[in-house]
């Protein structure tokens, strides 16, 4: 019994393929040029601004989702998920990369979000709450007390 518990836990620490580093640094790099050829590909960008929200809007709602499970797995005791409930609370280490997207979004907020803009007219109580700085300090700090929190 012992000896097959060590094979499993040898499989579940073994590292990952050589390959594999230099394959997801390519991708990495492919999506980098990706995004440079969209900043100056028409639009002023935007599809690339987009792409950049999008993918944080993505990864912050998939790590705030399994931290979230997480939390009630751990608040109700439940048993039945603890292979799963492992891989949910790994979901943290996507924190980095949701701070990296926000400040992405952040650089790009003048093109994503240009209420205000380009001839529109708003409201005194929406061009308050659509300011471009107050925007950013309120999703800056909405997204701080939800990784305090988490």
Do not use: E, N
């Given at each position: 019994m012992s000896n097959a518990r060590n094979q499993n836990t040898s499989a579940a620490?073994?590292?990952?393929?050589?390959?594999?580093?230099?394959?997801?640094?390519?991708?990495?790099?492919?999506?980098?040029?990706?995004?440079?050829?969209?900043?100056?590909a028409g639009h002023h960008g935007l599809h690339a601004w987009q792409a950049v929200h999008l993918n944080f809007l993505y990864w912050t709602g998939l790590a705030f989702a399994a931290i979230t499970i997480s939390a009630i797995w751990e608040v109700t005791n439940s048993r039945w998920g603890q292979k799963v409930k492992r891989l949910a609370e790994?979901?943290?280490?996507?924190?980095?990369?949701?701070?990296i997207g926000f400040l992405g979004s952040a650089l790009g907020n003048h093109t994503l979000f240009h209420a205000g803009h380009h001839g529109h007219e708003l409201t005194a109580a929406k061009a308050i709450w659509?300011?471009?700085?107050?925007?950013?300090?309120?999703?800056?700090?909405?997204?701080?007390?939800?990784?305090?929190?988490a």
């Open positions: 620490t073994s590292s990952a393929p050589p390959w594999l580093t230099p394959l997801f640094g390519g991708l990495a790099a492919l999506g980098v040029a990706c995004f440079a050829y969209g900043l100056f790994a979901a943290i280490g996507l924190f980095p990369i949701v701070l659509l300011d471009p700085t107050f925007q950013l300090t309120r999703d800056g700090l909405s997204l701080l007390l939800f990784m305090v929190l």
